[in-house]
Structures are given as C-alpha cells and as structure tokens.
C-alpha cells in the first residue's frame, strides 16, 4: 500500500512484460522533462524489449522490477552492471513512474526492493545512478535513501540553445 492507498504490488519483471514496459517508456518520455532521452529516440520493437529483458534475467548481476496496480505496469527501475572484471561489483539504475502514479511513494518502494535485492546479491558493492540538476525531488528522495553525491557533470544535458543542465553521479555502497 502506498500514499493515496494505492495498492501496488512488486515483482521482478518477465519476458511478458515487454509491451507494458514500452508502454510505460513511451509515457514517460513523452512527459518528462527529467529524461535525457526524448520520446523520438525510441524506436525499439516489442521484440528488442523481450530481448533485453531476456539478457537481464540471465545475468546474475542485473535485475528488472516493476510496480503493477490493476494489472497495470506503472512503474520500474532496472539496475544494470558492466561485463568488465574491476567494474563487476558495480551497477547503476534508471527508474520509472507513471506521471499519473506520482507522488504515491511507488518510486521509494521500487528503490528499497533494488536495495533489499542488492544486499541480498554478494556481487553487487556499489549502487550509482545520474539523476538532473532540476530534479529536486529524485535528489531528495535518493539522499534520503542513503546515496550522496560523487560528482557532476556540468552542462552534461543541452535541452535547447543556451539551456543545459548538469548530470549528477549519486552512489550508495552495499
């Protein structure tokens, strides 16, 4: 149960989560002003979908979990690791939220799952993500959660002439 009463369930994801995954990427990069990809780069297929989610599955080091309220992929966050020996023990995450879900604690409860699945993972050290200078509410959230700051990235996203924003590299040990 989240804020709102919202009654969300977590899992990890499946190969027959691929439509709802790219719906729910589609949503949110058509809406969101704190991706650094638009909603004109995405062009991957259902089937490019399953594939991915197919490599992660497979790598004892990666994971997909999404957020389901009514039957309904609102929300996920994917942790992946390099493939290289003196990176293995590291991973960073992008996660996800409906706008329409917002606000409801989804994004917290999809974070403390990655956490709990880390700590369970003897692999996993090192937990890293970049999050937008103008996203004030994800920094607050992950500060919170226990990640701090390592660096920025200045200027590192360009919007429009003479609108850039900085990229921040947060990280939490586990």
Same mark, same amino acid.
Request: glycine share 6%; proline share 1%.
């Given at each position: ?24 990427? =589609? ?12 909603? %004109?780069?995405?062009? %991957? /297929? ?8 197919? =490599?992660?599955?497979?790598?004892? =080091?990666? /994971? ?26 590291? @991973? ?11 606000? *409801?604690?989804? @994004? ?5 799952? +990655? ?21 004030? *509410?994800?920094?607050? +959230?992950?500060?919170?959660? @226990?990640?701090?700051?390592?660096? =920025? ?12 924003? !900085? !990229?921040? +590299? ?5």
């Amino acid at each position: 149960m989240t804020k709102n009463n919202t009654q969300v369930s977590l899992r990890t994801g499946n190969l027959d989560d691929a439509e709802s995954v790219k719906e729910l990427q =589609r949503e949110v990069l058509s809406e969101s002003e704190f991706m650094i990809s638009v909603i %004109e780069e995405f062009e %991957e /297929t259902t089937e490019q979908l399953r594939n991915w989610i197919q =490599r992660i599955l497979v790598n004892e =080091r990666e /994971t997909l979990i999404v957020a389901e309220t009514e039957g309904k992929v609102v929300g996920l966050i994917v942790f992946r690791s390099k493939n290289t020996k003196r990176l293995s023990h590291t @991973g960073s995450f992008t996660a996800m939220v409906n706008k329409a879900y917002r606000d *409801r604690g989804i @994004g917290k409860l999809l974070i403390k799952e +990655l956490l709990n699945w880390t700590e369970q993972n003897p692999l996993i050290e090192k937990i890293s993500l970049g999050v937008l200078s103008t996203n004030q *509410r994800a920094i607050g +959230l992950y500060k919170s959660m @226990g990640f701090v700051e390592e660096g =920025r990235k200045i200027k590192e996203v360009k919007f429009k002439e003479d609108l850039y924003v !900085d !990229d921040i +590299l947060m990280y939490k040990l586990v």
